[in-house]
């Protein structure tokens, strides 16, 4: 009977056993199958977006093609930063079509980090070019002309002054920060891809997170100077205002010519939105919440498509596809009218001729007589 006993016992906590670890079995496939789910479809929402993104901003680059006022209104690099504005979008959607245990996914993802640091220093060097033509601005004097602001720089060094221009040091700073940031920030990320503190969370995340993964070199190089890049701009940015609309009392400045105050609200648009799409960016790579990072592929379709339809609407761009118009309207009416003056021509000419009049008669007396 105790041998019964001892049996029956040792059936039922094997039957109780194999249920509990076949329940626990069960679970684990549905959250595999759960998280499985959430993936494509974190990968669909990435794809859509960026491609939504990707194609507002190639139209945006046509339209700035097509017209040559609008590459002048705008300026070099603000067509640089939208240039580097749609590369991203591009990388970004490829890396989303990669593999995430792919290697080629690591280089892309570099690549697409170095087109995102790239914009935003290049839209930092626009804001400073906005101080320092707002701070070269003319001033008109009493007698009716204007007075620019000498761009030389000068240093005392004993007996000696030197004196430089300006100009080629700006360009060589801007150079500097649009190529060279971008780039020693991405080999150091390169550097300390080894180096990972991640958590179970953060590597779950990384395979939805395309190009922005959670490791040490995005955390304490990549997003920190983001920011410090950004804060800059914004520093630019109210400093120009103050130079554009603190000055009112003189009667003319350079600074408040119509492209000018274009390029400053394009500069500030495009500040204030990556601003708030890589603030949402870092909460969603900090917390590895997918939530939030559909928030910031939400944010980057939207900024793209913004930037298309605001800056394409805006009344100096309208001003200028008016023009266009109105230019091409005159030239058709010149070509229209070249071309009838001659027919005009043509038909005098065989009018005038007596011998092709039948009503007069033929004289046939010398002209002598």
Known sequence: MDFEKVFSECVKNSTKFLR?????????????????????????????????????????????????????????????????????????????????????????????????????????????????????????????????????RQCQVGCLQLKWNGRPCYIFSSALIILGVPTAVVIMNSCLRGMTTLTTDHLEFSNVSCNLIPNVGHFFIFFPTVSIVLLAQLMCCSISAKLRYGSQEQSTLLAQLPHVTARFWITVKLATTHCLIWLAAFFALFYASVAMWHVFTLLSSLQSIFVTVNFTFSRPVLDLIHQWQEDKLDQLKTEVNLIRHPLKIQKTLVTIPISSNPALPCSTTPWGD
């Open 20 to 152: 509990t670890k076949s329940h626990d079995l069960s679970d684990v496939n549905i959250s595999m199958n759960e998280d499985i789910r959430i993936d494509s479809e974190t990968y669909t929402i990435n794809k859509v977006c960026f491609s939504l993104a990707l194609i507002s901003a190639l139209l945006h680059l046509l339209l700035i093609l097509c017209f040559r006022g609008i590459r002048l209104l705008y300026g070099p690099l603000i067509i640089l930063e939208l240039v580097w504005f749609t590369l991203i979008h591009f990388m970004t959607l490829v890396s989303s079509a990669i593999d995430p245990e792919s290697s080629v996914r690591l280089i892309v993802g570099s690549i697409t980090d170095l087109f995102i640091l790239a914009t935003v220093c290049t839209n930092l060097m626009s804001s400073v070019s906005l101080c320092r033509q707002m701070w070269l601005g003319a001033a008109q004097t009493p007698w009716g002309y204007v007075v620019p602001v000498r761009d030389e």
